[in-house]
């Protein structure tokens, strides 16, 4: 798949992310929070901002790319409109986490990792989100959801419709 | 810029306005006229609860209670209360009346029962809180009585968002006292003479880790916190980020003056973005106060903290790969030729601990090592906070003396298994870690111990598993998570992980050899040996522990291709009983249509083409459907 990416479109987040670098410029090791606001702003970490980085930092292409794709929170393709992380932790894990992905892949016919057609939904597969007094848990866009049913996971999807 | 006697100022009268918060203390009531008539509703704004949108249910208390013209009442949230499973959860205080699963349309009824006409609305009262007809005070409910706050003092009674409840409880005192009062020396040996152990999982004396950078010269030092958490399954540095940032921020500072560090960095994973949102507040408070930043308290100490984003790379916990994630690489873990103490971030001397560390640093100081010491056992001093997690009934967060057992802290304060199943075993240290069954409950949780019986104390998860779940199936569950996360850099946790995971996916297939376990064991010892960090090096204890102390149930597997918890659903027969009464649910939601049977009449499986979904199991009405 390829995205061409909207220059014209994104010129006020590109502004944003050069106003950030510029004002850290002095901190130390500022790649990683170069990264993080570009996710922030893109939604994801498009290969054309990458370069713009590259140059602003004088720092090779290929070391950005290496330091984007070694992490799993960093997107390199645009994510759904609604993120939904299902927690597959070990309290999670124990309790159903599995049926949970399942059943969220079945609603919304795409698998972990991928996001549906419409673009409206994104599903990923996380690590303990921190909630583990109220497993199975999901995340959707940051608001936590605990003490999941197959039942309340249909209900919660519906809402977001 | 404040000074110690300002700091003493804030700290008494900001102490006046506490004195129902205070009662969760110290079970008394400071000031006895006022509180008469004054109330606090404390409501939890941990991890848990706080996903049910606490600030709403306070705007809604403070809605009614306007209504009510009631006027000595307060509302105030603050950080968790430990008992998650039961959220949201409220107090009140200064009867100390503690309500459970508390909703929105429950807040009228406790303003106008409770508040009102004082009487307590009992179909919310938390179920602990009831024995023989009477009412128990908070701090009596079995859950708390045997709990012993160190690191989590102020969890779950200031506000977390007002620098000023952190000071009143003597907050930024240890600060004071070490930099205006104590040499960097003197700092260094209480630390060391209290015992404290790294609570990040290792257990590293955290005062002889402390000298060995303060005797080293260099320009420049730094103090790095590790609030990666990444254990799959534990949330203690989160709730006490969350739930007392300060006591993190003290810790920290109070490092940074014993080794001579002006710079600190959080570390803190990107899936918190609360703890963030709150340690972001924090900082800006204590930088407001003068009590971070240049020449603190008017001395000439200086130090500043800044935060630093993971992004999901469970090996940037490893201190050396953290280093190279915060300077901007992938995070690899680098081969342990110099300590950190003398080259660590940027090639400076640093200091890297644990949030939880962090936050028993502060007491001590105050306290003193020998009050330290006087707590939990001779191996480990004071206490170990825990995520309780599981099949265990009151999930959530504990904090005990170093030294109670497994079974304390599983059935006394955790109330047991859920809905009455057996226990099988406990997980604790994560993916480092391993299973201890039944015969060792009695074990006291401390570093050494837990290490004699084949696991480690970690950094705090507790997974409870009971009868239902396939020891096969959680080592499994492990090692894809190591599999996932190996960073890729040594050739034996690169792949021999993947080699174990085969087999144990083979295992649970129902397709086991009788050569698998031999396997097993052979490539354990390999990847243990033969890895840089500490992933690698533990990455087959999951495997190790289960094999030990469940072998039976690897056989049953691969000789039997039965799983004994009948968990695995391979080796699973969906059976329907004589209970069926012939509703044909069953048949109609089976996705391939291997369900037979006329209305009215005992429906059976066809178990050629039945794909072992457990549609049918979900819609029988009358539980006939069962796993076999
Ligand atoms: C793979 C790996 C992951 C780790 N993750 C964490 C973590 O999430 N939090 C933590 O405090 N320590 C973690 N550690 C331990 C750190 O390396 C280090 O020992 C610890 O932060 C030191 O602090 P302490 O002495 O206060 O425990 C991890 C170690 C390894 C090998
Ligand atoms: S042991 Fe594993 S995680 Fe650690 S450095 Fe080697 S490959 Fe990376
Ligand atoms: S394991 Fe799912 S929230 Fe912790």
């Known amino acids: 798949m390829k995205f061409n990416f909207n220059w014209e479109g994104n010129r006020n987040k590109i502004q944003k992310l050069m106003d950030f670098m510029k004002e850290n410029r002095s901190k130390k090791g500022i790649l990683m929070m170069a990264l993080h606001e570009t996710q922030d702003l893109f939604g994801y970490i498009p290969l054309e901002i990458m370069e713009l980085i590259s140059k602003e930092l004088k720092t090779p292409l290929s070391e950005i790319y290496g330091?984007?794709?070694?992490?799993?929170?960093?997107?390199?393709v645009p994510k759904?409109?609604?993120?939904?992380?299902?927690?597959?932790?070990?309290?999670?894990?124990?309790?159903?986490?599995?049926?949970?992905?399942?059943?969220?892949?079945?609603?919304?016919?795409?698998?972990?990792?991928?996001?549906?057609?419409?673009?409206?939904?994104?599903?990923?597969?996380?690590?303990?989100?921190?909630?583990?007094?109220?497993?199975?848990?999901?995340m959707i866009n940051n608001k936590i959801y605990g003490k999941l049913t197959l039942d309340k996971v249909e209900e919660i999807i519906n809402s977001y419709r | 810029m404040i000074t110690v006697e300002e700091l003493k100022k804030i700290r008494e009268n900001t102490l006046k306005k506490m004195d129902l918060k205070l009662h969760k203390l110290q079970e008394e009531i400071l000031d006895k006229e006022g509180?008469?008539?004054?109330?606090?509703?404390?409501?939890?704004?941990?991890?848990?609860?706080?996903?049910?949108?606490?600030?709403?249910?306070?705007?809604?208390?403070?809605?009614?209670?306007?209504?009510?013209?009631?006027?000595?009442?307060?509302?105030?949230?603050a950080g968790c209360f430990g008992l998650c499973e039961s959220g949201p959860n409220i107090e009140v205080y200064p009867e100390g009346i503690f309500y459970s699963r508390v909703k929105m349309d429950d807040i009228d009824e406790i303003v106008d029962k409770?508040?009102?006409?004082?009487?307590?609305?009992?179909?919310?009262?938390?179920?602990?809180?009831?024995?023989?007809?009477?009412?128990?005070?908070?701090?009596?409910?079995?859950?708390?009585?045997?709990?012993?706050?160190?690191?989590?003092r102020n969890c779950g009674i200031i506000d977390y968002n007002d620098i000023k409840e952190y000071i009143a409880l003597d907050g930024y005192q240890a600060l004071a006292k070490a930099i205006t009062e104590m040499t960097q020396e003197e700092v260094i040996n209480m630390v060391k003479d209290s015992n404290l152990r790294g609570r990040g999982g290792a257990g590293f004396p955290t005062g002889r880790k402390w000298e060995t950078a303060f005797k080293y010269d260099a320009d420049q030092k730094y103090v790095i916190c590790n609030a990666d958490e990444g254990d799959p399954g534990a949330f203690m540095d989160r709730s006490i980020l969350e739930g007392d940032p300060h006591s993190v921020l003290e810790g920290m500072a109070l490092c940074g003056y014993a080794i001579g560090a002006e710079q600190g960095y959080i570390y803190i994973r990107a899936e918190y973005p609360v703890a963030v949102e709150r340690l972001k507040i924090a900082i800006k408070q204590a930088k407001e106060m003068g009590l971070l930043g240049r020449n603190i308290l008017g001395t000439d100490f200086s130090f500043d903290i800044?935060?630093?984003?993971?992004?999901?790379?469970?090996?940037?916990?490893?201190?050396?790969?953290?280093?190279?994630?915060?300077?901007?690489?992938?995070?690899?873990?680098?081969?342990?030729?110099?300590?950190?103490?003398?080259?660590?971030?940027?090639?400076?001397?640093?200091?890297?601990?644990?949030?939880?560390?962090?936050?028993?640093?502060?007491?001590?100081?105050?306290?003193?090592?020998?009050?330290?010491?006087?707590?939990?056992?001779?191996?480990?001093?004071?206490?170990?906070?825990?995520?309780?997690?599981?099949?265990?009934?009151?999930?959530?967060?504990?904090?005990?003396?170093?030294?109670?057992?497994?079974?304390?802290?599983?059935?006394?304060?955790?109330?047991?298994?859920?809905?009455?199943?057996?226990?099988?075993?406990?997980?604790?240290?994560?993916?480092?870690?391993?299973?201890?069954?039944?015969?060792?409950?009695?074990?006291?949780?401390?570093?050494?111990?837990?290490?004699?019986?084949?696991?480690?104390?970690g950094s705090g998860g507790m997974i409870v598993l009971d009868e239902s779940d396939c020891m096969v199936d959680i080592a499994r569950f492990f090692l894809d998570f190591t599999v996932d996360e190996s960073c890729g850099k040594c050739v034996p946790c690169?792949?021999?992980?993947?080699?174990?995971?085969?087999?144990?996916?083979?295992?649970?297939?129902?397709?086991?050899?009788?050569?698998?376990?031999?396997?097993?064991?052979?490539?354990?010892?390999?990847?243990?040996?033969?890895?840089?960090?500490?992933l690698g090096q533990t990455a087959a204890n999951p495997v190790i522990s289960t094999l030990k102390y469940f072998r039976d149930e690897y056989e049953a597997h691969i000789y039997?291709?039965?799983?004994?918890?009948?968990?695995?659903?391979?080796l699973l027969e969906f059976y329907i009983t004589d209970k069926c009464i012939g509703c044909t649910k069953c048949a109609r939601s089976c996705p391939v249509s291997a369900i037979r049977g006329k209305v009215k009449e005992r429906h059976v499986i066809d178990t050629e083409k039945c794909i072992k979904c457990g549609a049918c199991m979900e819609v029988c009405p009358v539980g006939a459907v069962i796993k076999r």
Request: aromatic fraction near 6%; include cysteine; charged fraction near 25%.
């Open chain 2, 494 to 534: 690169r792949e021999g992980t993947k080699r174990m995971l085969e087999i144990l996916e083979r295992i649970t297939a129902g397709e086991g050899r009788a050569e698998d376990l031999d396997r097993l064991e052979s490539l354990a010892e390999i990847i243990t040996s033969g890895s840089l960090c500490g």
């Open chain 2, 306 to 457: 800044e935060l630093r984003l993971g992004a999901g790379a469970f090996v940037c916990g490893e201190g050396t790969a953290l280093m190279e994630s915060i300077e901007g690489r992938r995070g690899m873990p680098r081969p342990k030729v110099e300590r950190t103490a003398h080259k660590g971030l940027w090639g400076k001397p640093t200091i890297i601990n644990n949030v939880e560390t962090f936050a028993n640093v502060p007491p001590i100081l105050l306290k003193g090592a020998d009050w330290f010491r006087s707590i939990g056992t001779e191996d480990s001093s004071g206490t170990k906070v825990f995520a309780l997690g599981g099949k265990v009934k009151n999930t959530g967060l504990v904090e005990v003396p170093m030294g109670t057992t497994l079974r304390e802290i599983i059935f006394d304060i955790g109330g047991g298994i859920e809905k009455d199943r057996k226990f099988k075993a406990v997980q604790t240290g994560g993916p480092s870690g391993g299973c201890i069954p039944e015969e060792y409950l009695d074990t006291p949780v401390d570093f050494g111990s837990l290490s004699k019986i084949g696991s480690i104390m």
């Open chain 2, 560 to 570: 039997d291709k039965r799983c004994p918890a009948g968990a695995c659903q391979a």
């Open chain 1, 80 to 138: 759904g409109e609604n993120v939904i992380g299902v927690c597959l932790g070990t309290a999670c894990y124990v309790k159903g986490g599995q049926d949970i992905l399942a059943k969220l892949e079945e609603l919304l016919a795409i698998k972990e990792g991928q996001t549906t057609p419409d673009g409206k939904f994104s599903i990923d597969a996380t690590r303990c989100l921190g909630a583990c007094g109220l497993a199975p848990v999901m």
């Open chain 2, 114 to 152: 409770h508040l009102c006409e004082n009487v307590v609305v009992e179909r919310l009262l938390n179920e602990g809180a009831i024995e023989s007809g009477k009412i128990k005070h908070v701090s009596q409910v079995n859950f708390y009585n045997k709990q012993k706050k160190i690191a989590l």
């Open chain 2, 35 to 77: 509180a008469l008539n004054k109330k606090l509703i404390l409501i939890c704004g941990g991890p848990g609860c706080h996903s049910s949108n606490v600030e709403e249910m306070k705007a809604r208390f403070e809605k009614r209670i306007l209504e009510k013209g009631l006027i000595h009442v307060e509302v105030s949230i």
């Open chain 1, 67 to 76: 330091v984007a794709t070694f992490y799993s929170q960093f997107s390199l």
